[in-house]
C-alpha cells in the first residue's frame, strides 16, 4: 500500500539545526512537499522539490532529495521557538495514468524547540 | 490572491445531530477541492475529493457526504452524527492544472458529544 513515513517527535535546543526525515513510497512521484501545522491551525505549504532535483533551498529550510532510497529530508537552520510545530511531508499520488489529484501525507513529525 | 475559509471554526454537536460544514475559495476558478479529517492521533485521512461542479470522489465509506453546489463552494455534511466523527476538519483547494501542492484552509474542530 501507500504509506509515506515519518518520526513521530523530534526535540532540539533553539539556535541547533533541526533535521526531520520522510521516506515516500513512490519512485514515481514528480513532486513532493512539506507542510508545517501550528497547533489549532490548518496546514501551510512550506516548500515543495521537483523529483529531479537533488537538493532545494530556501532560506533557512534546504531540503534534500535522495531518489535511489526514496528518503526525503528538510533541515532548519538556527531553529527558533516559532518553529515548534507538526511537519508533514506529502507525495502526489502516482497510478497507472500518471499523476493523480491526490497527496498522500506522512503522520507527521512533532518539532519541539527547547529555549 | 486567493483565500480559503472554513466555518464554523469550532462545533459542539450531540450525537445523532446533523452536520454542515462549509468551505469556499476566493480568487481562483474550477479549483479541485478536498475534504480531510485529522484525529487527535494527528495522521490526515482524505475524505472527499472535488474535480469539478456536482463531481464528488469520496475516499472512505461513512456517513459522511459531500456536495459541490457552485464551483467554489464545497460542502460537507452528516444525517446522525456519530461519537467517532469527532476530529479536526480541513478544507483544501488546488488548481486544476500545476505541480500538485493544496492549500488549505483553517481548519473546524467538530466535537461529538
Known amino acids: 500500500g501507500e504509506d509515506v513515513e515519518q518520526s513521530l517527535f523530534l526535540s532540539v535546543r533553539e539556535g541547533d539545526s533541526s533535521v526531520i526525515n520522510c521516506t515516500y513510497t513512490?519512485?514515481?512521484?514528480?513532486?513532493l512537499y512539506w507542510y508545517k501545522q501550528e497547533p489549532g491551525a490548518g496546514l501551510q505549504l512550506l516548500t515543495y522539490?521537483?523529483?529531479?532535483?537533488d537538493m532545494k533551498q530556501d532560506q533557512r529550510l534546504t531540503v534534500l532529495l535522495n531518489k535511489k532510497d526514496k528518503h526525503l529530508s528538510l533541515r532548519i537552520a538556527d531553529t527558533q521557538t516559532g518553529d515548534s510545530a507538526i511537519y508533514f511531508c506529502?507525495?502526489?499520488?502516482?497510478?497507472?495514468?500518471?499523476?493523480?489529484?491526490?497527496?498522500?501525507f506522512g503522520t507527521g513529525t512533532l518539532l519541539a524547540v527547547q529555549p | 490572491s486567493q483565500t480559503i475559509h472554513q466555518w464554523p471554526a469550532t462545533l459542539v454537536q450531540p450525537v445523532g445531530s446533523p452536520l454542515s460544514l462549509e468551505c469556499t475559495v476566493e480568487?481562483?476558478?474550477?479549483?479541485?477541492l478536498y475534504w480531510y479529517r485529522q484525529a487527535a492521533g494527528r495522521g490526515l485521512q482524505l475524505l472527499f475529493y472535488?474535480?469539478?461542479?456536482?463531481?464528488i470522489s469520496s475516499e472512505v465509506p461513512q456517513n459522511l457526504s459531500a456536495s459541490r453546489p457552485q464551483d467554489r463552494q464545497f460542502i460537507l455534511s452528516s444525517k446522525k452524527l456519530l461519537l467517532s466523527d469527532s476530529g479536526f476538519y480541513l478544507c483544501?483547494?488546488?488548481?486544476?492544472?500545476?505541480?500538485?501542492?493544496?492549500?488549505f484552509g483553517p481548519g473546524t474542530r467538530l466535537t461529538v458529544l
Open positions: 483544501a483547494w488546488r488548481p486544476g492544472l500545476g505541480r500538485g501542492e493544496q492549500f
Open positions: 522539490i521537483f523529483s529531479n532535483m
Open positions: 472535488s474535480v469539478g461542479i456536482g463531481q
Open positions: 480568487g481562483t476558478s474550477n479549483p479541485n
Open positions: 506529502a507525495e502526489k499520488a502516482m497510478n497507472y495514468g500518471g499523476a493523480t489529484n491526490k497527496l498522500i
Open positions: 513512490d519512485s514515481s512521484s514528480t513532486y
